[in-house]
């Protein structure tokens, strides 16, 4: 047993498709963490503040056009620029929350056509996420809770084949590190249901740290 410490903060993603409660919940996450004194971080992938990140930003509200490749290797420079610092917060015990992460960009690229394994490329060696939350919500039920925006993928064709190739990055993760890593979470119920089924599942590792060295993503 290591004291508290030697121990890092956790890297922790939330993956779904559009409308699963993502940035709701990955809000009160913070906040929680916020309130009881645990130093915690919120990082949205994209981050559109960046230089690169603008352009991630053109694309997605269609006033810029870009080849898939383009856009999806982008994509995969964004969350490099940001590396760095989170390794270096996890370092120094803070917890890092991401809002979507490379698991969205392999699925999102993956639906419009492009090679699964150039897909994964790019993003190799990326600090590995302790825990990815998958959030789930049958489609119906999405449906009832808000319209679409009008940003590019928010149709129905596009996030059933984003769905299915959640599917097959969730095999890829459990293969390459571990069942532990990918944990399907049920986003059905209220917002307070889902954050403290969230919170269930993450308190022990939040609030003890993590032991061990930061992995990196597919290697
Ligand atoms: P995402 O980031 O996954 O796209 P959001 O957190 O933005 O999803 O939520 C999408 C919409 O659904 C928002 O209007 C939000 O207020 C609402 N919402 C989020 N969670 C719930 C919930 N558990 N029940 C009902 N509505 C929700
Ligand atoms: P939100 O900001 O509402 O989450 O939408 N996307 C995201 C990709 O295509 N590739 C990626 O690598 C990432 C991180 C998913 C962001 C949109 O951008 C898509 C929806
Ligand atoms: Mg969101």
Not at 145 to 157: I, N, P, Q
Request: aromatic share 8%; proline share 3%; hydrophobic share 40%.
């Amino acid at each position: 047993t290591s004291s508290s410490s030697s121990r890092r903060g956790a890297f922790i993603v939330f993956e779904g498709l559009d409308r699963c409660g993502k940035s709701t919940q990955v809000d009160r996450l913070v906040q929680r963490l916020d309130r009881d004194g645990h130093k915690a971080r919120l990082q949205k992938f994209p981050d559109r503040t960046t230089a690169i990140g603008k352009m991630i930003d053109a694309y997605l509200q269609s006033k810029a056009e870009m080849d898939d490749h383009a856009i999806h290797l982008l994509f995969a420079a964004n969350r490099w620029e940001c590396a760095a610092a989170i390794r270096r917060d996890l370092e120094n015990g803070i917890t890092v929350i991401a809002d979507r992460y490379a698991f969205s960009g392999i699925a999102f690229s993956a639906a419009k056509g492009l090679p699964f394994e150039f897909c994964l490329q790019p993003d190799t060696a990326l600090p590995l996420p302790d825990i990815t939350l998958y959030l789930t919500l049958p489609p119906a039920v999405a449906s009832q809770r808000s319209a679409f925006g009008v940003e590019r993928y928010e149709t129905v064709a596009i996030q059933t084949a984003v769905r299915e190739q959640f599917g097959l990055v969730a095999n890829e993760v459990k293969k390459r590190h571990g069942d532990g890593k990918w944990v399907e979470v049920s986003a059905e119920g209220s917002i307070e249901e889902v954050e403290e089924r969230i919170w269930g599942l993450l308190e022990g590792m939040i609030s003890g740290g993590v032991d061990g060295r930061i992995g990196e993503l597919w290697v």
